[in-house]
Every structure is written in C-alpha cells, then in structure tokens.
C-alpha cells in the first residue's frame, strides 16, 4: 500500500490538498468579512454591483449546498436565502457550519468520483473536479471585487497569501 | 499503458485538464482587457489601485517567467517592466505570445514535478502544483477587481463562465 506521500506525487494535487486549498481560500473569505465595517458590509456597492455580504451569501449557498450535491449526487435549485439578519456574527457563525460541513462530506468523495459527470443545482453539467473548482474560482472571483470594496472604504484588506 | 481517459480516473485533475484551466482562466481576463477602452485600461483607478493594465502586466510577468522556472527550476527575481507603449494591442500581443510559451513549457512538467519543492523567483519556497494555483489564483483575484472597475465605467463584463 502506498503511503499519502507516495501517493501524492503520482498525481498534480491529492483531494486533502485540494480541500486544504479550498478551505485556505474560505479563510481567507472569511477574514474579508471580518473586515468590512458591519453596516458597510450588508449596504456598500460599487457599480451597481451586490454589497459583499451578498456574494457571501452566495458563496455560503454553493459551499454548503454544492459538498453535499458533488458527494451524493443528489441535486435541489440552489437557494440563495440566508436568515443573517444583517448582523455579521451570524453570517460569519453560518460560514463556520459550512467549514464543518464541507470537513465531513469530503472524505467521502472518492478519487473516481472526481471525474464523473454531474448535472450541478440540476443545471450545470460538468465533471466533479471542474465544478469544485468553478466553486473556488467564484469565490476568489467575488472576495477580489471585494477588496476593491474595502480599498475605496480607506480599509487594508487581509494580505492575499494569508490563508490560515 | 493506461489510456488518457483511465489515467484521469485515478487522479483529482490532470496535467492536460490542470492547463486547460490555467488556459482557460487567462483567455477570460484576455476578454478582460479587450473590455476596456483603451485609455481607461492605463489609467482607470478605483480606492487607490493600480489599473487593469498594470495588474494585467503582473499576470503576464508571473505567467511567462513562472511557467519556465516551475519548469526548469531555474529562478531569477521577477520582472515587473514590460515595453507595451501604452497600447492595448501590443498588450494583447504580449498575452497571446505568453499563451505559446506555456503550451510549449507545459509538457515538459512530468507528473512527479507536481510535488516537487521549489523557491519562485528566488523568493516564495512552495511545491509546484501549489505555486501554479497560485499563480491562477492570483489572476481571478485580480480579473474580479477589473470587474468592478468596468462595472464602476458603465461597461458589461464578460461573463465569468466563458473561458473559450
């Protein structure tokens, strides 16, 4: 039997490093919207863009609803409503619940799982991996808007490589 | 011999799979660029931030040397400067020319290099696969902040989803 690092170097990334990556940036999420003045969070827009606490909570309804779609195969419409009251304690305690969920789901993702076809929020069809990483890539996409959010506030966002 | 198909299945994502992403994400912030009115692309500034253009020379800076270190494991400091004259065609001229160099170097990155450690640019030590994700990362985090700038202009981005 090969040890996790044997196993790790016969393939670009192993899935506990692809969960540490995801979670990393999740942290990182997280740190932005312990960043934004509370009022600021739920209100600011740029462009006629969603204030950040919105793309969270979109982010949030992807993660949460989306581990648990990869794993069992088992898609719902992806419902965007969250009970946050505007108050950034909630959003960030709903944040914490995903992190836990996402920790149970994934170990039970198999390797073969990875590139099997799914039809995601009964949607978007793609393989596995693709659709994990659209879920990451959307998350940096929106956090990267929202530091522009918090530049034009006058407020240094966390540093980018700061995942921990 | 493993066909393609059967090598996929026993890894997350593949090499070929892993440069069609990293392909994929930076034809996307080519649509960027093209986005943008010429001038605006040079000068726009939004909270103190550089403009697109100077976060784009930073992709290009990072994609075009990055690729031959990750590759070769031969690092110089990274160099920012790049001769565009202000013109978003040669801008976008550099860009394709740095879409050849990667397809040329990719190949070269035997799976068991993935995992191997490296110092990027001299500077930042890490493994290989995860310094490329960096390197994606750090484009979609950086493409998301031109999204508000062109929101900000009156301007419709490209949709996050098109990637060909």
Chains 1, 2 share one sequence.
Not at 97 to 111: A, G, H, M, R
Request: one cysteine or more; aromatic letters at 12%.
């Amino acid at each position: 039997m090969k040890t996790e690092t044997q196993a790790n170097v016969s393939q670009v990334i192993s899935p506990s490093e692809l969960l540490e990556h995801w979670q990393g940036h999740r942290n990182l999420t997280r740190k932005m919207i312990e960043a934004f003045p509370e009022e600021k969070l739920f209100t600011y827009s740029i462009g006629g863009m969603r204030p950040f606490a919105e793309m969270a909570v979109e982010l949030l309804s992807i993660a949460s609803q989306g581990i648990k779609g990869l794993v069992t195969d088992q898609w719902e419409d992806l419902k965007n409503d969250m009970d946050h009251g505007n108050s950034k304690a909630k959003l960030l305690e709903i944040w914490d619940q995903t992190t836990e969920k996402i920790n149970t789901y994934w170990p039970q993702l198999s390797l073969e799982r990875f590139h099997e076809t799914t039809v995601c929020f009964g949607k978007y069809e793609g393989k596995v991996y693709s659709l994990l990483l659209y879920f990451v890539d959307n998350e940096i996409h929106h956090r990267g808007q929202g530091y522009v959010y918090l530049r034009s506030l006058g407020i240094e966002p966390p540093y980018f490589w700061e995942r921990l």
